[in-house]
């Protein structure tokens, strides 16, 4: 790549990438695999999938489905109050990194529309 830095690198949760890619290449934005955030949702939320058949909806929406982080927020609280998740280790792990794997966030960033590694 003629010594250039990608712009953007999509990678699973991955702690030792996310710190090698900062450090590799400090100006490309990394972001997480979609097809990655979901298939950690199924082991950690499937009691939820499995009891809610709405459920998967309302998370795809919260992955793919607002274009205004206050709406975003409030659809994201809401899923959390509507399944009892308030208090869920993984979901609130996931918040926290949200700005790298909530499409809402990633609007700027080009990726050619890729979503997954």
């Known amino acids: ?12 949760q991955s702690v030792a990438m996310d710190k090698a890619i900062a450090k590799v290449f400090p100006e490309s934005n990394h972001h ?3 097809w990655h955030i979901y298939q950690e949702a199924t082991m950690h939320l499937s009691h939820v999938f499995d009891s809610f058949q709405e459920f998967a909806n309302d998370f795809s929406d919260c992955v793919y489905g607002y ?12 899923m959390l109050e509507k399944y009892a998740l308030v208090d869920n280790k993984w979901l609130g792990g ?6 790298k794997w909530a499409m809402i966030y990633g609007q700027h960033m080009f990726t050619t529309d890729m979503k997954s590694s």
Request: glycine fraction near 0%.
């Open 1 to 12: 790549m003629s010594w250039k830095q990608p712009r953007t690198v999509l990678t699973d």
């Open 32 to 34: 997480l695999c979609v």
């Open 67 to 78: 274009e205004d982080e206050d709406e975003w927020l409030v659809a994201w609280d809401n």
């Open 94 to 99: 996931i918040f926290n990194v949200k700005k």
